[in-house]
């Protein structure tokens, strides 16, 4: 089916149609690592880590490539502060974003490029800048002279003194032009810094994005750059100018996809506010899943209120959905694709809130059939719409039992289900009685069916 996806650059929606139907490639900005993530730097990993299930379903191959940000000023400063050097900063916090992203249940992308890893290519492409006349040193300083590229400003559409204070910048007196940006700048002895034709030096931060493109996916358009709504200016509006220009004006990208922001109890996410939310800190208090329902609840577009009755409305989603699974236990599950509708819905620019009230249908058609042949084709459409949106990954009957929750003792309470067993075989509904009323106390939740009782924890 076709794929629409709404274009940054264009303001519409569009078919999606990649270069190379046998290949897409698909870049994605990814973490600078000098800190735990917040809530809002996992919604981007989350929203295109659905869009990547879904090519993945619909072409052969996707080439997925989400960068990481190794080197940077915040970074040099808390090597600095710590007294050790960068990469104790960043290959600690990287293996903390990799281990919450997995928690949210987003696959690792094909390529992780690292800046660090790419300065020679960030030099070269500064280099072709400098020749073709799109760039100029001065004082150890590398700039990209923004007059020199006339389509300046299409992606962001904002007018040039916008575009100046939105940027927020230092009018320099080594600058040719108040709009024009850093590809280059000189380190003293104490930072970090690579050798260069300009002398020693690190990168600015939007030249490192298009060198680890052009690396990874070679000198063409790729066909999708994704990212949160923040970058669209200067960043990717930056990148789009460089890149073409150290292209001799070939297009960068087909497809520019941006996501909106994440609010916390409907106010601006910001250190001045102290509401700044972290991931690591959400996993102990919920289950990554629960938090990638929450960042799939609203449309990717559209901003985020994240609260905690949010999160908790995710988990009593979740109940239900693994509930019509476990109830699916004995049936072998045909395999099948997911039904139409839900397709249809992700295929609408990832329209996740539509798809996650298909999925809802699904298990609630699972709850009332009785027909072997349906239940079975059911089990199989939860199963692979789950997968598409990242969702049902986990064994139902743990789910219901509280997953890896430590405060859960399932030893303790199958016992006192065992006893409650034995009273109700002799009558004791007293006793029965006492022993939900004890467990219900707990958080734990009684289901008798069939002649069996089964528990799951409350959300």
């Given amino acids: 089916m076709d794929i629409q996806l709404y274009n940054t650059l264009t303001r519409q929606k569009e078919v999606f149609q990649p270069l190379d139907p046998q290949r ?28 990547y299930r879904l090519l993945q379903k619909n072409f052969p191959q996707v080439v997925y490539a989400r960068n990481v940000t190794d080197v940077d000023d915040r970074i040099n400063k808390a090597a600095k502060d710590q007294g050790v050097p960068i990469s104790a900063i960043t290959e600690k916090y990287l293996a903390v974003y990799h281990a919450d992203m997995d928690a949210l249940g987003v696959l690792p992308p094909g390529i992780e490029p690292k800046v660090t890893q790419h300065i020679d290519a960030i030099i070269s492409m500064i280099e072709r800048l ?38 927020r910048v230092d009018v320099a007196a080594y600058k040719r032009d108040p709009a024009d940006f850093t590809l280059w ?12 034709p300009w002398g020693r030096g690190r990168p600015g931060w939007h030249i490192e994005c298009s060198a680890m493109i052009e690396r990874s996916f070679g000198i063409g358009p790729i066909d999708l750059h994704g ?81 905690e009755n949010a999160v908790r409305d995710a988990r009593t989603q979740l109940d239900r959905l693994y509930r019509a699974l476990d109830s699916l236990k004995d049936v072998q599950a045909i395999a099948t694709a997911a039904p139409a509708a839900f397709m249809a819905a992700l295929a609408d ?16 058609a699972a709850n009332k059939a009785t027909d072997p042949a349906e239940r079975a084709r059911l089990k199989g459409e939860l199963v692979a719409a789950g997968w598409l949106i990242g969702l049902l990954q986990q064994d139902p009957a743990a789910w219901l039992k509280g997953g890896t929750d430590a405060d859960v003792d399932a030893a303790a309470i199958e016992a006192l289900i065992a006893e409650r067993k034995a009273a109700r075989a002799r009558k004791d509904w007293a006793e029965s009685d006492r022993i939900r009323d004890e467990l219900a106390a707990r958080g734990i939740l009684l289901e008798d069916k069939a002649g069996e009782t089964t528990w799951r924890v409350a959300s």
């Fill in 24 to 51: 897409v490639t698909m870049y994605v900005c990814g973490p600078t690592v000098y800190n735990y993530a917040h809530i809002g730097n996992a919604r981007p990993a989350v929203v295109f880590d659905t869009l």
């Fill in 130 to 167: 400098i020749a073709n006349g799109h760039a100029y040193e001065k004082d150890g300083q590398v700039l990209f002279h923004v007059p020199s590229f006339k389509k300046y400003g299409q992606l962001s559409r904002r007018d040039r003194d916008e575009m100046i204070a939105g940027a």
């Fill in 227 to 307: 990212g949160g709504h923040d970058l669209i200016f200067p960043h990717h509006e930056n990148e789009l100018a460089q890149s073409t220009c150290a292209h001799n004006g070939a297009q960068f990208c087909r497809t520019w996809m941006h996501n909106g922001f994440v609010n916390i109890n409907a106010e601006k996410m910001s250190k001045s506010l102290g509401n700044v939310t972290l991931v690591h800190d959400l996993l102990k208090l919920a289950p990554g899943e629960a938090l990638r329902l929450v960042l799939l609840s609203a449309h990717y577009r559209q901003p985020l209120d994240w609260t």
């Fill in 185 to 196: 700048k000189p380190s003293d002895a104490e930072m970090t810094g690579w050798d260069s």
């Fill in 349 to 364: 620019d990832l329209n996740t809130p539509k798809a996650l009230a298909e999925l809802h249908q699904i298990a609630n």
